[in-house]
């Protein structure tokens, strides 16, 4: 089988690598489609730890199953969640799954820029979904990105009725629109700086789209202006540079909370001050990856219609491109999402 | 009647005003006993506004009412809580009755060192509460900074179980550990360098009380061992310098919430480091004064026997002591709450 | 000015009374539009209390203010919800508003069925809400019921993704499923006998509209093949027969709720299992009317396009007419919301 | 090694059986003590599944181990919970984990009425836990029952602050009148009709014991009187009467929740009125059994001294006076709770 191994984004080599077979419990899959994550992008991230196989976004067709797989069978439609929790661990039982050890050391194998993928045990119990016959493997390949919208959109605990600020209007963000249209949120401001980003964010819904004053407090006061308070009830900071997390930190109502989203390098940080978040009572949260209740819904909405996926992903490429794929999704070039599929 | 004016921590001056009368809906309480806050001793935000009548934490008899006051008879024993909520804004409809601004505006006249004041309508209909017999004046004037805490554990979403982090032993950190023993925490850590306090701390039920170590990884090391976990589900930081601040970033556990219960000055900040609060989906909120829910759970607490005011209270003084009260209390000399009474 | 003073179903007479003069704090409203309501039909409970001015869904534009009124002036288009809480009795501290005394014994002066009606200051000041330019006084009329639905579904705590069952598809059926659509939910089965009022159902986007099987087992059988689970995870039982209740108490899942929306005679009653809900930890629960953040939420959701008053508001009438409307009403004839209109 | 096989209440046999040995992912377990449960002693429903091993709240030695068990070794001291979720199944990720099928169906081999016991790989990595030293074997077993009414105080969603009905003081009455004191709740009314229990629930700390009026109704006014309220905000029924279900139904505040902790026959029911909960906006709800998350914290409160287990267990049998731990339970006579114990 065809496998894709990252060097480099500009370096990716495709090599032939004998197809596995699925042990007790496991299933083989036959790759389909696969995402490209922004995170396959960072090359600063991946580089130092290259040769590596990538791709989290995949979906296919089970090709074969181990012994003892009791809820799938060979040609079962599928979608697989690379990460799942053990489901007992201090942070499992109380919800906080994403932050479980085995959550954060599971994998599929090779990756799902891969020809062919085996998926562990665990994972065909806890988090290997069956595509309804009018998903397909191309919008099945949205249910990761949009379970991670969906896990924020829990955690701040988006009411109906909300007033929310988004940052950045990238896929993720067009996501985000959907998504909270999904929730019942109708005072959406989407804040972005490049145009045909723009112009995305109010095609999918958003009310008001609008370029950020380069000083927080002066787009704090705007913001108001519009909201008629003094901020929105929710932010979400969809976006990793320091810019944007400075804006967000001005821009919820006494009482509001701030989601971070997506995160800077480690060493980057912005200044927090304290009397700001005590007198106006100020949550500051933060979401990280999703969960195996998140995949589901996502996979719910996405078959209910509740997402666009011909909106969402805007460039297909073969498995022999994905240095290609990778480098249009770094552009932010006019492209959305891009997908590598296998015919 | 005799009424404290301050202008500064070391001259506070006894003068004499006439008794008001009450209007319509309003009573005159005469003063029994008033606490001293922190707040009382700011010299740097209260004296460029002086002179000023202070005094936020009284009890007393209603000596006479106004026309159509219907809850309340003279002679009724109170406690009166100096801010009240409008109940209807966009803040109170969502519950964050602190952030709403009839809150913030709100005062009883002049105030709680002065033999007499008077509630108006909207504080007697919404946050006067008759002491029960047995809680005696002294006891009444912790329901306001227990109040305090109340709101910052329910912010915090504290469960029975939870481990917590309390940062700071004084008189407010010591009134924490009553409320959080009474909220089923069991497991349960404090902060403190002063000797006296900490000595306090252990004896008021706290199992670990540690001094820090100056470096807060180095802290949060030792405390996951002590826990058996990467942190605390809870932190409160009941201290208002940097330093505390930036100990308890480091000491939450993944998934958990650091609330910050007192501010520095508003030009102090700290850094926060995005990715940190990312990869661990750390929630950071932040908690002000108390609404008229909290007053009445602190009544009832101290009612019921969950909190001891003969062990809270330590020095007792005279109207025209009130100079000596606030250095007292700004000393953090071996003192815990000191009071006003007044015969 | 003309009142409609109710005897019984068949008499309703016009009369003519003095316009009431605004006192303190209070507003003269000019009716436009007022609503029908299945409770101005139910004569066993409305005629031993005969004559009787009704009317509890208006709308229309301030005709005169009192004193001291702040935040409307005259000319304001406004909804006005005839009962509003006191805000600090206990239910209304616990977020149970229409448990509240003052609640239940608060009205409009005379009523929504005349020419003008008086807001007490109460009113003014807790649930008088103004209509943005574009919401018409026809669509205000139904902020009220609408209202009803958004607290049934907010005690029920409808998540997005829950399965859900509405038993009744009546005027409060459809303004059910737009709402549920409006909370996210999209697995939407609805019970309904009329034929009519399936079609209707299905129009407005429920995916599964059913006549359920005499037997409740029955049908609960049939559900859970439909939703592939034991039942739904809420059931909304918006019909006030017996027969609709013993059908709703089948159909909820393990774990699941159900909400009781409306109610047959006091003397009626059902047989509780006690073990059915103890072996699959069933709730059961009710919800009264509905509060000053319902209404607000309700207003938005019209604003926003989330309800489409105008395939809601089916038949139109004059105030002479309202003894025709309230037959109109009862007769469960191909009508949906009928409303008065005011010239 | 010893087994107990169950007939009926006055047959039960000590049969020798061989030691099973631990397979992939088991242990074995050397039977310290195990608790003798209500459900013990339902003939009834026993019987005619008979012969039976019984006992679900055990602990005891860990005797061997399988292969690849890695949290566990020979000699420690652990209880084992009976029954374990799938954790991955649609009512496991909603957090009914007591609604599983698989929890269903998980038993300990041969039961906890053995000198030894199988815990198959499941219950190993579940919901086995590890006694700390200071918490005797004897305590351990009240790790299940205890759990179970954590599992029902959390579903009620309890607040420190709540008024509290709870009907029967049973063993498993006193368990509920500590946990609801760790919980918080002080305002506390216990009914009971026999005289010895009646004294145990005072010395247990509960402020009210009563003996209710056979009327419901003057009950509920008695109450009212008490509390001045109009009925308790969470009421539990800790009996299996219908007279108890019938009185508590009356006894909750408007907005207020009844919970059956207890079941009578499949057959019996009350009259549920669905305008008294509609009008009232009243709450019933149901617990059943207890999950791994409550173990744990049952666990958490009897080594933190949350509970005394020794003024709860009052009587100790060998395993061949079985039967007559099971009559004396059944007897209601002065007992608590009867355990057997192993040397």
Redesign the interface.
Known sequence: MKVAIYHNNHDVRVEEQPIPKPKEGEILVNTKACGVCVADTMEWYLSPRAPLSLGHEPTGVISSIGPNVENFKEGDRVFVHHHVPC??C??C??G?F??CKTFRSTHIHPGGFSEYFIASKMHV??DTLKLPDHVSFEAGTLIEPLACIIHAIK?AKVQ??DSVVLIGAGTMGLLFIECLK???V?DLIVYEIMDWRKKNALEFGAQHVLMPDKEPEVEAKRLGEILK?NGA?KVFIAAKD?GA?NLGMQLAT??GTIT?F?????S?????????????????????SAD??DT??AL??IA?G?VSASKIISHRFRLDQLSDAILQTQSRDESLKCIIRFE
Do not use: C, Q, V
């Not at 980057?268 to 990280?288: A, G, K, M, R, V």
């Open positions: 489901l007992i201090e942070y039982r109380k906080n994403t932050m119990e806890r955690k109906p009725g999904y929730w019942g109708r308070s009830d320091i997390m006494k009482g971070f997506a995160t800077p390098a480690p980057e940080s912005i200044d927090l001050y304290p009397s700001h978040i005590f007198f106006n009572e100020i949550t500051i949260t933060s979401t990280y195996h209740n589901r819904m719910d909405m209910n509740g």
